[in-house]
């Protein structure tokens, strides 16, 4: 049974052969992805790729097997973070992914094309279509998590990856200086229409420590994050300080070395909130 069996209202008496889902392709079938997680912000630069990255780096450290969909096509980071030098493959049943060093598998438009700064001037539909063949023809294999850094916003391939795939939950990444409320309530909206659980909010860049002092610094004002979710009613997740040595590691495509105890907690309380949902096999 497929996970848009789920909320077929037929799905107890039916035999499996619907002729709305579609087929699985040879991909899917060589496929078993258990958590499909999608991460979006508002706008571009407020920690969105870091944090999908540093979440998937923490899921790793924890033993479970995880994936990165980088669906921000046209501002692809992920292989760049994790210093990625080889190109996907392609074997007879689809495309094969690249693994970090830590075993993550990652696929990118950035990991297809032979030149990594090639602008993509593709229209939406186009790269819609390849987002979705991100999910049909990859060969994901055994995966727990596969996080989808989306683009920012709540654009034509957010919509598009809701609709679909199996997304389970959502993460949203905001920082002090984004309208959060007005993101935080178009999210909402968005993971009620497509029945997504709403993981929770991660609050980045919220304040930076002194190294000598140790005192917190909220250089982009007063963090109201909890506050937001608490108004809105989803899961706070955690806050992240600014911290110049994330960058570096990711500039130098070394996230893996990076090591935070507070994504390690914001990457259990996302298992925690996946474990509550009745256990399936998304594909
Ligand atoms: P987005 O995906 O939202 O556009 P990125 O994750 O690419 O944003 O982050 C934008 C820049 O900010 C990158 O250079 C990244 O290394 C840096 N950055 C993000 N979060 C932090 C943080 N908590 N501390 C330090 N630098 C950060």
């Not at 501002?75 to 094969?96: N, Q, T, V």
């Not at 593709?122 to 727990?144: A, C, H, M, N, Y």
């Not at 609709?163 to 935080?184: E, F, K, Y």
């Amino acid at each position: 049974m497929s996970s848009s069996c789920s909320s077929c209202s037929s799905s107890s008496s039916c035999s499996g052969s619907c002729p709305s889902v579609p087929e699985l392709t040879e991909a899917q079938k060589l496929s078993k992805v258990k958590n499909v997680i999608a991460i979006m912000s508002g706008k571009g630069g407020v920690g969105k790729s870091s944090t999908t990255s540093m979440l998937a780096v923490s899921l790793n450290r924890l033993g479970y097997r995880v994936g990165i969909l980088d669906a921000d096509v046209t501002g692809p980071s992920i292989p760049k973070i994790f210093g990625l030098k080889g190109k996907a493959g392609a074997e007879e049943h689809g495309i094969i992914p690249v693994k970090s060093d830590g075993g993550i598998k990652i696929i990118s438009l950035n990991l297809m094309i032979p030149n990594e700064d090639d602008p993509v001037i593709w229209r939406g539909p186009v790269i819609s279509q390849l987002v979705k063949q991100f999910w049909t023809d990859v060969v994901w294999g055994e995966i727990d998590y596969l996080l989808i850094d989306l683009p920012p916003g709540t654009g034509d391939v957010p919509i598009s990856v809701m609709q679909s795939m199996p997304v389970d939950g959502l993460v949203i990444v905001t920082s002090p200086q984004q309208l959060a409320n007005m993101v935080v309530r178009k999210a909402i909206k968005m993971a009620n229409i497509y029945k997504a659980t709403f993981y929770g909010l991660v609050e980045n860049m919220a304040y930076v420590e002194c190294p000598d002092c140790k005192k917190r610094i909220e250089i982009f004002g007063k963090p109201a994050g909890e506050q937001e979710a608490a108004a809105n009613g989803i899961p706070y997740l955690g806050q992240l300080p600014i911290d110049p040595k994330l960058t570096e590691l990711s500039d130098n495509g070394k996230v893996e070395e990076y090591h935070s105890a507070l994504f390690d907690d914001i990457a259990s309380k996302v298992v925690m909130r996946s474990q509550q949902k009745a256990p399936q096999e998304t594909v």
